[in-house]
């Protein structure tokens, strides 16, 4: 999903704004769209595959602690990318 997303943003225009989009490492699969807000175009992710990423290699406590610390918790600037919390169950 990232990549076409990415495919229809992006060009070899030094000048597009989207070729400097901020992208979570190994969250590939979890990019749902782009906002394209007041400050800078960020990618969305889905927090629900995102959990589900992590967990293939922790438990869901681990994986939503980890996340919440690690990923989410942290501002990069005005490209950070936008964690949608998508599980309303």
């Known amino acids: 999903m990232l990549q076409e ?3 229809h943003y ?3 225009d030094d000048d597009n704004e989207f ?3 901020l992208m979570a490492d ?4 979890a990019c749902i769209g782009i906002a394209d807000d ?3 175009p960020r990618l969305i992710y889905s927090v629900t595959k995102c959990l589900e990423i992590l967990e293939k290699n922790m438990t869901p406590t681990e994986a939503l602690e980890y996340f919440t610390f690690n990923v989410s ?3 990069v600037g005005e490209q950070t990318p936008i964690w949608c919390w998508d599980d309303f169950e």
């Not at 190994?26 to 699969?29: C, M, R, S, Y």
């Open 19 to 21: 070729n400097t989009m």
């Open 38 to 40: 007041f400050m800078k």
């Open 73 to 75: 918790g942290g501002y």
């Open 10 to 12: 992006t060009d070899d």
């Open 26 to 29: 190994g969250f590939e699969d």
């Open 5 to 7: 997303i990415l495919d």
